[in-house]
């Protein structure tokens, strides 16, 4: 029955598109049709009726949208298929990889039933699939329909935070980290589990907020009575050996008798108070009290912070009552803890012997609190991370019903998103799985849609790729179904940063420690390390890795470890032929600090190293003259390569968004300037190189000169031509160069104008009235086919030619400008080397030209010290240097090119990434 019903449907779409006029004189051209040979459902939005057709098998839905005027002036309709159920297409398109191009991104409505809604949309952000967008742009946040479910989410969220607060305040033994979320995550909770949960939590937040005030009040308790304690035990040595309390008669001094009785005020001060708290009682009293301070034996806590703290015990002896005031005056304003002292020796010991069995009661009665607080908090433990993950997924969801729209009879929910093509049949199967779930009898279902602005952008990357689509993307997302710089940025990234770095031992080093974190990625130490200078180097670890494996094999080539050369095979260059020529004998050896080896005599120069250089170089006085000549070169040529696949890739661009007209006015002018101009400089470097060999190199000729005199269009007799007819193909080359930006300046904006011109004219001439029932004239024709009603599309010739202006002169100016800036390749490359020949020469040389037991002893020490230099000035600043300049070599050479980079991502709606950047924050 279903491949019956397929057939049906693709024979009556076959009927409508060979038959448009018939076609239109049956339908409306602004209406949609959804044809198809089973069930019907209608569903009514505002004033339209959308009628969708839908099957329990294989079957797709065919739209018919409003007629368009061809090039041919005849009409035809467009027609657009959406797989509704599930089909191999996907998979297909899944297995062809879409990291080259973006995936296709539609956009489609979803009619989600009330009473499904919330299922259907948590089963969406389950697979991660689509990105909702707002209906609801002008409505305040605190106005929509959902927003009290999403204030309760939040209510629950500040109870969590204050559980995991006190899990992490006072659990014994102490979690280490936060609470991470269940694996698999549970499912977002039903209405009736949510309010499970909040009375559940709610009651477990109390019981622990009365718990933990009864500890911290007991604690607070036994703190005090320790003090109390501590007074009465240190200070009974100071007291012992006083007379007992007594009157003094003064009556000696005056006729009123007064009795004066020795008064004490006794507590305990924190230990950085204890100076300028004696100094004031001094200073204040004048001298007429004794002062004694005892540090206490046992640290006690700190009632305010916690804090353990060895309390200081101080006793005040003191006369009369107005310095009894001052005395408590100046305790209260140090906050001291003061405690009544009691005055005879016998009531100390009996108030001591109170406070001890006090003190074993409160640790009795503190040890059960502690236990029943440590049973909450482990209840606590087992269940927060559940309700953590399944409250955020229910916030999440009410959030995204928010942005929906309800139908005129709102008995359903009218959403639209984003979603990749491929993932179409799995969208079906969810609002499926969601109305399954729901126990609703209708089934929530979508539209495809036409989508009026650029759809976003979906890369599918894994633990490989996405370090590298993250260079790119840091400089922009690249625009929707435009060529992904990503695919070669994976090759020609750490190529370009190892031309700059090459050194076997470097090399060797980086490619270690990304091994490393390659083989330990799934550990979760290192996954869910919180440094974020870690967390980018292990995101980018494979990125590492290539560096380090291109950085060993540009080293090989330039035959540099550590700077010292390799001699893996026998150097080419022998210096036996040249003493034998030229009767070289020891005197002329002491004599001569340098002495030339003449390739032309035999035996000298046997053929080229069989790979990289010969590390005869490394011992040469022009070896420097030698490499800066070859890494120069090496560098341009790389350059103009690199500048011009970047060209040719903007042909992909133009054939996938039809802009065949910018293939022959745009592309091939940009390449033919780029090669006949650094194309032939390259072709003149590699043919010196072929041409002119070790032999006869002086009598090579200057490719700078010749370069010259080919814009000068001149003939240098004091610079032979490389080949015959050189001058007459320079010239040929300049005038094609010189032709090619014309044609890029003024072929495509005239271009479009013609193409504007044209479009008018056919639209214009067939233009007919078009009634309405009442005989009133609402619109032209034409221009509700094409969509034009209300408003005219203009073009504007002066701002097309500017931009087109614009872009010449930056392309043109930019082939010199860029050509010059992949020196950096050869700049780079060459203070990497001398780098790591004056840390070579500096630090190592001297401990090894020594040949006794003292110098292996010093190299151990100097070894130790050159490899921490290696590590932080090489590797580290010389290997971020690299990495910046090839990341601009990319971003603005290479990908100016081709890639406009102002798309923006597909960021669908995912539980897994929410709860991932809740666990990060």
């Known amino acids: 029955m279903s491949a019956l019903a397929c057939c049906t449907t693709v024979q009556t779409a076959a009927g409508l598109w060979k038959s448009p006029r018939h076609a239109r004189r049956r339908r409306h051209p602004s209406s949609v049709v959804l044809s198809h040979v089973t069930r019907q459902r209608h569903v009514t939005v505002g004033k339209q009726e959308v009628r969708h057709h839908g099957s329990s098998s294989a079957s797709s839905c065919v739209f018919y949208s409003r007629s368009v005027c061809t090039s041919r002036g005849t009409r035809q309709r467009r027609r657009l298929c959406v797989p509704v159920v599930d089909c191999d297409f996907g998979k297909r398109a899944v297995a062809m990889g879409a990291l080259f191009r973006s995936e296709e991104v539609c956009l489609v409505q979803l009619f989600l039933q009330s009473g499904s809604a919330y299922d259907c949309v948590s089963e969406l952000g389950e697979l991660g699939l689509v990105e909702f967008r707002d209906l609801n742009p002008n409505v305040n946040a605190f106005q929509r ?39 698999p995550t549970p499912s977002a909770p039903q209405p009736r589990e949510l309010l499970t949960i909040e009375e559940e939590s709610e009651r477990l937040s109390r019981e622990l907020k009365e718990v933990s005030r009864n500890r911290d009040s007991l604690q607070a308790q036994l703190t005090q009575l320790s003090q109390y304690r501590g007074v009465l035990t240190e200070t009974h040595s100071l007291t012992t050996t006083q007379m007992p309390p007594h009157t003094l008669d003064s009556s000696g001094f005056s006729d009123n008798r007064q009795d004066i009785r020795l008064s004490f005020v006794a507590g305990v001060v924190h230990p950085w108070k204890v100076p300028s708290f004696e100094r004031l009682l001094w200073r204040a009293c004048r001298g007429y009290i004794i002062v004694d301070f005892q540090e206490m034996k046992e640290r006690l806590e700190m009632p305010d912070s916690g804090e353990m703290v060895q309390w200081t015990v101080f006793l005040i002896s003191y006369w009369g009552d107005q310095i009894g005031q001052k005395v408590k005056k100046i305790c209260d304003c140090f906050h001291t803890q003061t405690f009544a002292y009691p005055e005879s020796t016998t009531e100390r010991v009996e108030t001591l012997q109170k406070l001890e069995n006090r003190i074993e009661d409160i640790k009795t009665v503190l040890a059960q609190t502690e236990q029943y607080l440590q049973q909450l908090l482990d209840r606590a433990v087992a269940v927060l991370p559940h309700w953590k993950v399944r409250v955020q997924k229910c916030k999440a969801v009410q959030m995204v019903l928010n942005l929906c729209s309800p139908s005129v009879t709102d008995k359903c929910l009218i959403a639209e998103a984003w979603c990749p093509v491929s993932q179409l049949p799995a969208l079906q199967n969810a609002l499926r799985e969601g109305t399954r779930k729901s126990g609703n009898s209708v089934d929530s279902f979508y539209n495809r849609l036409p989508a009026a602005a650029s759809p976003p952008t979906l890369f599918t990357t894994n633990s490989f790729t996405a370090g590298f689509q993250n260079i790119v993307d840091a400089y922009g997302v690249a625009m929707y179904r435009e060529v992904n710089p990503a695919v070669y940025t994976i090759i020609t990234f750490p190529f370009l940063f190892a031309v700059m770095f090459g050194d076997v031992g470097h090399g060797l080093l980086m490619t270690l420690a990304a091994l490393w974190m390659v083989l330990e990625e799934k550990d979760p130490k290192l996954r869910n390390n919180t440094n974020e200078i870690w967390r980018m180097m292990f995101g ?21 470890c550590f700077s010292r050369g390799l001699s893996v095979y026998t150097s080419s260059w022998h210096i036996q032929p040249m003493i034998a020529h030229y009767n070289w004998s020891d005197a002329t050896f002491q004599a001569n600090q340098y002495l030339s080896l003449d390739p032309n005599v035999t035996g000298v120069f046997q053929g080229p190293y069989p790979f990289g250089i010969d590390p005869i170089w490394g011992l040469a006085n022009n070896h420097l003259t030698f490499l800066n000549s070859y890494k120069m070169k090496m560098s341009v040529i790389i350059g103009v390569i690199h500048m011009t696949f970047g060209v040719c890739l903007s042909f992909f661009n133009y054939i996938h968004f039809r802009k065949f007209s910018s293939i022959f006015l745009v592309l091939i002018p940009e390449l033919i300037f780029m090669l006949c101009l650094f194309g032939y400089l390259v072709f003149m470097v590699i043919f010196k190189w072929i041409a002119y060999g070790p032999m006869d190199s002086n009598q090579a000729p200057s490719i700078l000169i010749h370069f010259i005199d080919m814009f000068l269009f001149t003939d240098n007799k004091t610079n032979p031509p490389l080949y015959t007819g050189q001058l007459i193909v320079q010239k040929v080359l300049v005038i094609l160069a010189v032709c090619s930006v014309p044609v890029l300046l003024l072929g495509k904006p005239v271009h479009q104008y013609i193409t504007h011109k044209r479009k008018r004219r056919h639209r214009g001439g067939d233009q007919r009235p078009l009634l309405s029932d009442n005989g009133a004239i609402n619109a032209l024709q034409g221009d509700v086919e094409e969509g034009h009603v209300g408003e005219e599309e203009e073009f504007d010739l002066p701002n097309v030619f500017m931009h087109q202006a614009i872009h010449t002169i930056e392309y043109c100016l930019g082939c010199i400008s860029n050509t010059a800036s992949y020196l950096r390749l050869w700049a780079l490359s060459l203070a990497h080397a001398q780098l790591s020949e004056v840390l070579w020469v500096m630090v190592m040389r001297m401990p090894l030209s020594r040949k006794d037991y003292v110098a ?10 050159f490899a921490v230099l290696t590590v932080s000035i ?4 010389e290997g971020l240097s690299a990495f910046l300049h090839a990341l601009r070599l990319h971003w603005v050479e290479f990908q100016n090119k081709f890639y406009s980079g102002t798309g923006y991502k597909l960021c669908p709606f995912s539980f897994a990434s929410i709860i991932h950047s809740s666990v990060a924050n």
């Open 856 to 865: 292996s002893i010093i190299l151990v020490v100097i070894f130790a010290f």
């Open 145 to 183: 329909k959902f927003v009290g479910e999403v204030r309760r989410c939040e209510e629950l969220e500040k109870t969590f935070s204050f559980l995991e607060q006190e899990i992490h305040r006072s659990r014994s033994p102490p979690l280490e980290g936060r609470l991470s979320p269940p694996y």
């Open 540 to 560: 980018g670890r494979y990125l590492i890795l290539l560096m380090g494996l291109f950085s060993i094999y540009t080293g090989a080539i330039y035959n540099e």
């Open 874 to 877: 090489l590797l580290v600043m």
